[in-house]
Every structure is written in C-alpha cells, then in structure tokens.
Nanobody, 122 residues
C-alpha cells in the first residue's frame, strides 16, 4: 500500500504562486508515476500533470502548460507542483495520485491523497 498526503494549499491572489507537495509513504518502491489532478465545485476531476518516477519525464494538461511545473525528490518520495501565474479558474481541490492510468475515459489509480484546497482570488 502507498499513502499520499498533500500539503501547501491556501489562498493567493491572481498572478501569485503556490507550491504544493505530495509526500508518499508505505511501499514507495513500487511507484512508477505520480500525478496531480484537481476538482472544482460542480466540475469533473481534471488532469493537471504527471511525472514518471524514475526518469522524471513530465506531461501537463493544456490549461496549465507553461504555468505549472511538476518535480520530484526521489530520495524523499515527494512530488511537487509549482504553480505560477495563478488564475481564478485554478481554484480547486488538488489531489495527488500514484501509479495512475487512463482507461476507457476514466482516470484509474489505487492511490489518491485526500486533497488540498487552492483558492485564487482576483
């Protein structure tokens, strides 16, 4: 089993920055990718970005490309999400996931964090 705990959320004005962290514990040797998702009230869960655990390759959703950056510290088993140039529409609960895949229209993973709230005000 893998446990994931997000931190770093909060309130920020539009144009500002935040850095989220996702700490993994448990059977972390089995992690091969991690990802950030977000969900705003009344909306479906949205893919933010992902990173491969060994090589650190990243991929991002279109809405955050050029503004958000994912990195990881393999030694500490922590994934980060650096969010710059934040917009009101970035307001959501941000979740991290491990060993996820996209299967027949759904994001599938056994490991989700509980989420951290990010609120961007104008």
């Amino acid at each position: 089993q893998v446990q994931l705990v997000e931190s770093g959320g909060g309130s920020v004005q539009a144009g500002g920055s935040l850095r989220l962290s996702c700490a993994a514990s448990g059977r972390t040797s089995g992690i091969y990718n991690m990802a950030w998702f977000r969900q705003a009230p009344g909306k479906e869960r949205e893919f933010v970005g992902t990173i491969t655990w060994t090589r650190g390759l990243t991929n991002y959703g279109d809405s955050v490309k050029g503004r958000f950056t994912i990195s990881r510290d393999g030694a500490k088993n922590i994934m980060y999400l650096q969010m710059n140039s934040l917009k009101r529409e970035d307001t959501a609960v941000y979740y991290c996931a491990a060993n996820w895949l996209y299967d027949r229209g759904s994001y599938v993973t056994d490991y989700w964090g509980r989420g951290t709230q990010v609120t961007v005000s104008s």
